[in-house]
């Protein structure tokens, strides 16, 4: 088949070195353009690299693209984090179909982001999905979906890591589904009266509230973790004396507390130190004070009092929506 | 000794043909000179998988595992199912 590939990130690297190693011809690759940061490794300079053409990713908004789809007799167009919205012309020229691969599943988490929302959200499972494009982002019928256990100790990034592999496998299943017979593809619709669609702003604006459940807390800790990377929601921020405390590291004691929310307890020293929520001690173990991570039982001391995460409206930094994330991808899920 | 030079060679043929990164040499620090963003750390782990038929957990994703190649070698020789045959 005659694939054209619009691709970004981890996901997309990984299957387009998978395609190059099948029968498949990729018609071309489109990509962001690689300005930035010319020795690391971007889709765009993999597939220059493999010989491909490659073309802006951008030109999908167009519909005059969609005269070339047709010119090229592309039979599959294939999104796999790519973020631009494809224009419905384009969507509709390839000869058996246009297919995203989501890194969530749907239709209860579209959008963005939504690997940390899924933590966020205290979930126990996860998945993603392969759904056939339709105009609305993430609402075309169902093809394929692989769910997986998110474990108690996961961070935002051994999640992610977890959904690349699983749907690189549900690609390579549909093109050889596709390669078969197209009819056999299947099209499940989704019933969108259970989507949730997830957008840039991230929980509480950030703000972290002792007077929540240790398991809230710890979750939205889990949720922004991308160490050793910067994480698109930065880290939930608490406040000691006035000045911005971000919590990097945490995890859950099971301990009962009645000390009031935000009291710093006891330390187990590089371990970390016990800080009081609404209902338990939760153990912080790393925090992030002057944008270096340090242990959190250097930074504080048994008796201290945290606050609640400042309002970024009264920071002055009423704007702020991400800080030192570093791939517009993974950020956007 | 002989064991891991080879594993370093071969983690080092990772990073330049599978992943489009040269690495100077096995002991530079992949993440302070910036070489292992998120998307190569991600790519390396599932290479890491193919490769040598090791499974990374959410508890070996502890950066000093990953900090060089020579670690990295040592992190993968050490784990269940390593397979240097592949």
């Given at each position: 088949m005659n694939i054209l590939l619009i691709a970004e990130e981890s996901g997309g690297i990984q299957l387009l070195r998978a395609l190059a190693q099948s029968r498949h011809r990729i018609v071309a690759v489109m990509a962001l353009p690689a300005k930035r940061s010319p020795d690391r490794a971007t889709v765009w300079r993999v597939a220059e690299t493999l010989g491909y053409p490659t073309w802006p990713a951008g030109l999908v908004k167009d519909p005059d693209f969609a005269r070339t789809v047709r010119s090229e007799k592309v039979d599959i167009i294939l999104n796999v984090h790519s973020l631009y919205v494809i224009h419905k012309e384009v969507i509709n020229a390839p000869g058996i179909g246009s297919f995203n691969l989501h890194p969530g599943p749907l239709p209860a988490y579209a959008g963005l982001n939504t690997v940390s929302w899924a933590i966020y959200r205290d979930e126990s499972t996860y998945g993603v999905t392969v759904h056939k494009i339709a105009p609305e982002v993430d609402a075309g019928p169902i093809v394929s979906m692989s769910f997986f256990k998110i474990e108690a100790n996961d961070t935002a990034l051994s999640l992610y890591s977890r959904c690349v592999k699983?749907?690189?496998?549900?690609?390579?299943?549909?093109?050889?589904?596709?390669?078969?017979?197209?009819?056999?593809?299947?099209?499940?619709?989704?019933?969108?009266?259970?989507?949730?669609?997830?957008?840039?702003?991230?929980?509480?604006?950030?703000r972290l509230r002792w007077s929540r459940p240790a398991r809230e807390i710890v979750n939205f800790v889990r949720a922004c973790d991308y160490y050793p990377f910067p994480s698109p929601w930065s880290h939930p921020r608490a406040s000691k004396g006035g000045h911005d405390i971000a919590v990097a590291k945490a995890s859950l004691t099971g301990r009962a507390c009645d000390a009031p929310p935000g009291t710093v307890g006891e330390s187990e020293g590089a371990s970390g130190i016990y800080v009081a929520c609404a209902d338990e001690w939760i153990l912080a173990s790393k925090l992030i004070m002057k944008g270096r991570r340090i242990d959190a039982a250097d930074a504080l001391r048994p008796g201290e009092r945290l606050e609640d995460g400042q309002d970024p409206s009264e920071r002055g930094d009423a704007g702020r929506s991400r800080l030192d994330f570093e791939h517009r991808g993974i950020a956007d899920g | 000794m002989a064991d891991l030079n080879s594993l370093c060679s071969r983690i080092g043929a990772i990073f330049s043909e599978q992943m489009n990164l040269e690495v100077p040499s096995v002991d530079t620090d992949l993440f302070d000179t910036g070489l292992l963003d998120s998307l190569a750390f991600v790519n390396l782990l599932t290479c890491l998988e193919q490769k040598f038929g090791i499974a990374v957990s959410v508890d070996d994703l502890e950066i000093e595992n990953f900090r060089t190649v020579s670690r990295i070698a040592a992190f993968a020789a050490s784990k269940n199912g390593f397979n240097n045959n592949q």
């Open positions: 699983a749907g690189l496998a549900l690609v390579l299943e549909l093109l050889e589904t596709a390669a078969a017979d197209p009819r056999a593809i299947p099209l499940v619709p989704q019933d969108l009266a259970k989507r949730r669609y997830f957008g840039k702003a991230i929980p509480e604006q950030g | -």
